[in-house]
């Protein structure tokens, strides 16, 4: 499976961005999507996760401004991200998880500055 992330930016506080996410290649119908970000010298941490069913899960931090949903019969995740906060600034890293195997996008930098 293949990965292949889009969207971010440069934003100012307060303002809006949209990632996206397109998976290709052979995807098992069941798997779990989600956006991580990683902001230099520190882990790399969960920012939303969806199923293929819609459940949703979110970072505390993000939890009412960050909204995830995907599109199946795209094989594509998207992460609505408003308000944002300079503390947001990280790469932005897409992420499938199915059965036992882990699949990771190539990051987007994400930066919230004035």
């Known amino acids: 499976v293949q990965l292949q992330a889009s969207g971010g930016g440069l934003v100012q506080p307060g303002g809006s961005l949209s990632l996206s996410c397109a998976a290709s290649g052979s995807i098992f119908p069941i798997n779990v999507m989600g956006w991580y970000r990683q902001s230099p010298g520190k882990q790399r941490d969960l920012v939303a996760q969806i199923t293929s069913v819609g459940s949703t899960n979110y970072a505390d931090s993000v939890k009412g401004r960050f909204t995830i949903s995907r599109d199946n019969a795209k094989n594509t995740v998207y992460l609505q991200m408003n308000s944002l906060k300079p503390e947001d600034t990280a790469v932005y890293y897409c992420?499938?998880?199915?059965?036992?195997?882990?699949?990771w996008g190539q990051g987007t930098q994400v930066t919230v500055s004035s």
């Open positions: 992420n499938q998880v199915a059965r036992v195997y882990n699949y």
